[in-house]
């Protein structure tokens, strides 16, 4: 089972270039996620996907942005980057339960490690 | 800011031996989680426990919520090497966001 793939793996942007990572999951889950990880920060939450169709922000929106593209695919874009917004960024999903409170575990990738020059 | 804190932010501590970390937090929860992270890899879930849900068990981990001091500790029990790796509580409050704390670094000796 791939569970949650992310790509790339490892990226080194100039500042000011563009990019986007890819998030992909095959356990039919409706909620999808985007974190930084910072030292000493823990995990911070850039934007969620509540279900297909929609976005919401984060703590950390300013400078991103994301595509649902459907329901396996979640994508994270910086538009111009800046050393900021060096950091390992995680995808994670889960499967929601009805309207109720979240009990669902996060499924996470390995994460990308993105460095801005 | 809505994160949690957990403290000590390192633990290192002799293989056998207890490891006690403790995780705070700022609103109301549903549920807060554990989460384990091996270096460079990403988080795998250990154990939930939920708001009316005091103490939990799973293996050697223990878990206790106090929701009255909005506090949660994780308890490894007869640590080994092969626990050293960073621990993260999370939680969620009514909405779809699960937000996570700092982290413990624990490290156990051989």
């Known amino acids: 089972n791939a569970g949650v793939t992310q790509t790339p793996k490892f990226q080194v942007l100039k500042t000011g270039q563009s990019m986007t990572l890819q998030c992909a999951q095959d356990?039919?889950?409706?909620?999808m996620y985007w974190y930084r990880q910072d030292p000493g920060m823990g995990l911070r939450l850039i934007y969620y996907s509540a279900s297909e169709g929609t976005t919401d922000k984060g703590e950390v929106p300013n400078g991103y942005n994301v595509s649902r593209l459907n329901k396996r695919e979640f994508s994270l874009r910086l538009e111009s980057a800046a050393p900021s917004q060096t950091s390992v960024y995680f995808c994670?999903?889960?499967?929601?339960?009805?309207?109720?409170?979240?009990?669902?575990?996060?499924?996470f990738g390995e994460g990308s490690r993105l460095t801005v020059l | 800011s809505q994160q949690g804190e957990e403290d000590p932010q390192a633990l290192s501590i002799q293989e056998g031996e207890n490891a006690t970390m403790n995780c705070s937090y700022k609103?109301?929860?549903?549920?807060l989680q554990w989460y384990r992270q091996n270096s460079g890899r990403g988080l795998v879930h250990l154990i939930l426990?939920?708001?009316?849900?005091r103490e939990k068990h799973s293996g050697r981990l223990r878990v206790t919520l106090d929701t009255s001091k909005k506090s949660s500790s994780l308890l490894i029990t007869a640590s080994r090497a092969a626990d050293t790796a960073s621990y993260f509580c999370a939680h969620t409050s009514g909405t779809y966001k699960y937000i996570f704390g700092t982290g413990t670094r624990l490290k156990v000796l051989a």
């Open positions: 426990i939920r708001s009316n849900e």
């Open positions: 356990m039919n889950h409706n909620s």
């Open positions: 994670a999903s889960t499967r929601m339960t009805g309207t109720g409170p979240l009990t669902g575990e996060l499924f």
């Open positions: 609103t109301s929860i549903n549920n």
